[in-house]
C-alpha cells in the first residue's frame, strides 16, 4: 500500500520547537515535489511550504517564514518539518503531501501551541 | 497572495441529482509554461483529503467519472453528475500557479 505516515506531534508551549517526521511507503520521497498542509481545528486547508525533488529549492507560506525548516533525507524516503518559535495560532494538524504520479496525504499529527 | 473564493460554501444536494461548486481566483492562473494549475480535493468526514482534480480537468487515478472539472483564467467548476452518499465532504479548489499555493475556504456538500 502507497502511503505517508506522519509523526512528532504533541503539545508544545507558545515559543516553543517541534519537528515533525513523515516517512513513504511504497512512494518514494527522493522523485518528488513534497509538501506540507495544516488545518487547525475547525477549518479548512492551508498550504504550509513545499520543497522540489532535488531538496534545494523551498518555499513557505509568509506566515512561517523564518521559523519552519522543510527538509527531506533521500535515504531515509522522509520529509521533515522543524517548527520552532511556535505560536497559539500554529495549532493545527499537519498533513504530509507528495506529489508524484499520484497525490498522496498522510493521515496527519497533530500540533498544540498552548499554555 | 491569490485569493481563492468557493461559492456557494454550503450545498444541499438529493441523491441521484447533480452537484455544481464554483471556485474564482483573484487572478488569472494561466501559467507562463501554458498550463492551468487548479487542483480540487475532497475531504470526508475524520479523512485525510483526497486528489480529485489536477489541471482544471485532468481526474486523479480511481476518481469516479461522475466528478468533472472545467474552467479557465479565474473561473472553474468542479461538476458531480449524479450525487452519492458517499460524496458528503468538504470540496476545496487550490491553485499552484503561484507561490505561496492557497486553498479555498471550502464547500460543504450534503444530503438533502
Known amino acids: 500500500e502507497v502511503q505517508l505516515v506522519e509523526s512528532g506531534g504533541g503539545l508544545v508551549q507558545p515559543g516553543g520547537s517541534l519537528r515533525l517526521s513523515c516517512v513513504g511507503s511504497?512512494?518514494?520521497?527522493?522523485?518528488?515535489?513534497m509538501s506540507w498542509v495544516r488545518q487547525a481545528p475547525g477549518e479548512g486547508l492551508e498550504w504550509v511550504a513545499n520543497?522540489?525533488?532535488?531538496?534545494?529549492?523551498?518555499y513557505y507560506v509568509d506566515s512561517v517564514k523564518g521559523r519552519f525548516s522543510i527538509s527531506k533525507d533521500d535515504a531515509r524516503n522522509s520529509l521533515y518539518l522543524q517548527m520552532n518559535s511556535l505560536r497559539v495560532d500554529d495549532t493545527a494538524v499537519y498533513f504530509c503531501?507528495?506529489?508524484?504520479?499520484?497525490?498522496?496525504w498522510g493521515q496527519g499529527t497533530r500540533v498544540t501551541v498552548s499554555s | 497572495d491569490v485569493v481563492m473564493t468557493h461559492s456557494p460554501l454550503s450545498l444541499p444536494v438529493t441523491l441521484g441529482q447533480p452537484a455544481s461548486i464554483s471556485c474564482r481566483s483573484s487572478?488569472?492562473?494561466?501559467?507562463?509554461?501554458?498550463?492551468?494549475?487548479l487542483d480540487w480535493f475532497q475531504q470526508r468526514p475524520g479523512q485525510s483529503p483526497r486528489h480529485l482534480i489536477y489541471?482544471?480537468?485532468k481526474r486523479e487515478s480511481g476518481v469516479p467519472d461522475r466528478f468533472s472539472g472545467s474552467g479557465s483564467g479565474t473561473d472553474f467548476t468542479l461538476k458531480i453528475s449524479r450525487v452519492e452518499a458517499e460524496d458528503v465532504a468538504v470540496y476545496y479548489c487550490?491553485?499552484?500557479?503561484?507561490?505561496?499555493?492557497?486553498f479555498g475556504q471550502g464547500t460543504k456538500l450534503e444530503i438533502k
Open positions: 503531501v507528495g506529489w508524484s504520479t499520484e497525490n498522496i
Open positions: 511504497g512512494f518514494t520521497v527522493r522523485n518528488s515535489w
Open positions: 520543497v522540489e525533488p532535488e531538496g534545494i529549492e523551498k
Open positions: 487572478q488569472s492562473l494561466a501559467h507562463s509554461d501554458g498550463n492551468t494549475y
Open positions: 489541471q482544471v480537468s
Open positions: 487550490m491553485q499552484r500557479s503561484y507561490w505561496p499555493h492557497t
